[in-house]
């Protein structure tokens, strides 16, 4: 049994995690509704291509929409039933996508992929390519290309953190599907040519602690409870002691990184042949009558998840997609449900904080925290000044990863994270 202790992060934050909510209850299939709406762009990269028309019968399990070149992936039908249209529709964060209809015949006439016929590197990644799988903790990344870096890495990390307050699903996954998720793992190990797994966990998990230091193959790190340690370059740090320089990738210091819900995907495409058209998601907060963790089919509508949960209280406050600190605010729950959505938070005053925004008082304090080692209040105030060059330059905002915590910790209630998403969207703008 390999058990260590992982290294310090001296910036983030520490939350009340309020994951008790959730944490003690079962995953729970939920019964997929009538009409299924499922997006061609639930991943980083160009939307998939629909191969199905209007009126065509589909099965679950059969491909309804084609990756559109190498950084996309392949969208499955999660019901059997009749394709209805297409639809263009706002996501969460605002975005219009475009979106494939299915009505719904309850019969969930299921057509899996081929059979592998072996299980070596080349397979596994073109079964993880054909299976539509992304990075399910929330980036939306292809695992197929991410399985395929430059540079040839010597470690597989596995996110356990699952550093976000409320959610549980990966616990959940690690709890129920121990052994499968390890054979996830091993599975994208093999595919990456590595022998070398270290599985970061955070310490507030001691029962999956002990039940991945079981598997001889594994290295476990029992992460601090701090956030944002599931964060890429923080989680390799804390796990290896290896430092990604600023504009380089985990595969630049040897490393990969994918999370639980991602790996416990690989297994079903490999071993069942099932491609990735349903995922654990956590629905939870004071809010919500009954909290849960349910195995959802993508392109389900989230207020039939939150019918499904026994409603709203009338205590709802704010409604969060995916977890409070890097998740959307909802300004409408007729939103449909995809690979990486791993939430939704329904939380009352007493979770939530509606003071106004004030000047900045110029206390440091969200420098201090910056995971990042960047100025917060600076990229803030060019922002506000247009002067997004000077964003770029004095608060170094591209290096920012929208963590949330500087946002957090500011006693003027500024307004920073949504700063610097305007700011990347200004700059990615003018090229
Ligand atoms: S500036 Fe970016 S990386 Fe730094 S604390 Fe704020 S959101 Fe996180
Ligand atoms: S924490 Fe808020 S008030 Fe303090 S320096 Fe940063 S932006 Fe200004």
Redesign the pocket.
């Known amino acids: 049994m390999k058990i260590r202790k992982g290294k310090f992060l001296s910036r983030g934050i520490r939350l009340h995690d309020m994951k008790f909510l959730a944490k003690d209850i079962p995953i729970e299939v939920m019964p997929a509704p009538e009409i299924i709406s499922i997006s061609l762009g639930q991943h980083i990269g160009k939307p998939a291509v629909p191969v199905v028309k209007e009126g065509d019968f589909v099965y679950q399990g059969q491909l309804i929409a084609q990756a559109d070149g190498v950084v996309s992936a392949n969208v499955y039908s999660s019901v059997s039933g009749t394709v209805e249209g297409f639809e263009k529709r706002p996501v969460a964060n605002g975005a219009i996508k475009d979106y494939i209809l299915i009505r719904n015949d309850g019969n969930y006439m299921y057509r899996p992929l081929d059979p592998l016929p072996d299980r070596n590197k080349e397979t596994v990644i073109a079964r993880i390519r054909e299976a539509g799988i992304v990075g399910m903790g929330g980036a939306g990344f292809p695992t197929a290309v991410k399985l395929a870096p430059k540079q040839t890495p010597d470690t597989l990390v596995i996110n356990g953190a699952e550093c976000e307050p409320y959610l549980t699903c990966d616990y959940r996954l690690m709890v129920e599907k121990t052994d499968e998720v390890a054979q996830g793992i091993r599975l994208i190990a093999k595919a990456l040519g590595v022998t070398k797994i270290v599985v970061g966990i955070e310490k507030n998990k001691p029962d999956c602690i002990e039940k991945f230091a079981s598997y001889e193959d594994f290295e476990i790190v029992v992460l601090r409870k701090a956030y ?1 340690m599931g964060s890429e370059k923080h989680l390799i740090y804390s796990c290896t002691g290896r430092k990604v320089p600023v504009g380089k990738l985990p595969s630049d210091v040897g490393c990969v990184v994918n999370n639980i819900a991602t790996a416990y995907a690989v297994y079903e495409a490999v071993e069942l042949d099932k491609p990735l058209f349903e995922r654990v998601m956590t629905v939870s907060g004071k809010a919500i009558v009954h909290p849960a963790n349910l195995l959802v089919k993508n392109g389900t509508r989230f207020d039939d998840i939150i019918t499904h949960c026994g409603g709203l209280r009338d205590t709802t406050a704010m409604l969060v997609s995916g977890g409070p600190m890097m998740g959307p605010c909802m300004i409408s729950t007729d939103l449909y449900s995809g690979k990486t959505d791993s939430g939704i938070l329904a939380l009352d005053s007493s979770e939530t904080d509606s003071r106004n925004p004030s000047p900045c008082i110029n206390c440091g304090a ?1 420098a201090e ?4 080692h ?1 100025l ?1 209040m600076m ?1 803030d105030f060019y922002t506000q000044a247009r002067d997004y060059q000077k964003a770029r330059e004095v ?1 170094g ?1 591209d ?9 957090y910790v500011c006693p003027a209630r500024r307004a ?2 949504q700063s ?1 998403t305007l700011c990347k969207q200004k700059l990615a703008s003018k090229g």
Do not use: A, D, E, Q
């Open positions: 944002p969200c925290v910056c995971p990042m960047l917060p990229i608060g905002v290096n920012c990863i929208s963590c949330g915590c500087c946002s920073i994270v610097i």
